[in-house]
Nanobody
C-alpha cells in the first residue's frame, strides 16, 4: 500500500523559508515521478513542482526561482525547499505520485505566510 506523509508546514513571515518533506512507503520514489501541489482557500489545487525518476525538475511560474524540489533516495523522501515566501504562497501543500495511472496523495501540510 502506497502512503505519502507530508510534514514541515507552519507559520512563517514573508521573506522566510520552509522545507517540506514527503516520506513515502510502499513505493520507491526514485522510480516514480513525484509532484508537489498546493491548494489555497477557494482555489483549485495547482501543480507547483515535479521531479522525474531521472532527476529532472520542473516548476510552475509562480514558484520558479524560489522553490526547489529534491529527493533523498536512501530516506525515500521528497523535499520542497521554499525561499522568499510570500503571503500568496499560503496554502495546503500536497505530495503526489502517479503509479500505473493511479494517483496517490498525502493528506497535506498547511503553510501560512503572514506577518
Amino acid at each position: 500500500q502506497v502512503q505519502l506523509v507530508e510534514s514541515g508546514g507552519g507559520l512563517v513571515q514573508p521573506g522566510g523559508s520552509l522545507t517540506l518533506s514527503c516520506a513515502a512507503s510502499g513505493t520507491i520514489i526514485s522510480r516514480n515521478v513525484m509532484n508537489w501541489f498546493r491548494q489555497a482557500p477557494g482555489k483549485q489545487r495547482e501543480l507547483i513542482a515535479t521531479i522525474t525518476s531521472g532527476g529532472g525538475t520542473n516548476y510552475a511560474d509562480p514558484v520558479k526561482g524560489r522553490f526547489t524540489i529534491s529527493r533523498d533516495n536512501a530516506k525515500n523522501t521528497v523535499y520542497l525547499q521554499m525561499n522568499s515566501l510570500k503571503p500568496e504562497d499560503t496554502a495546503v501543500y500536497y505530495c503526489r505520485t502517479l503509479i500505473i495511472l493511479t494517483s496517490y496523495w498525502g493528506r497535506g501540510t498547511q503553510v501560512t505566510v503572514s506577518s
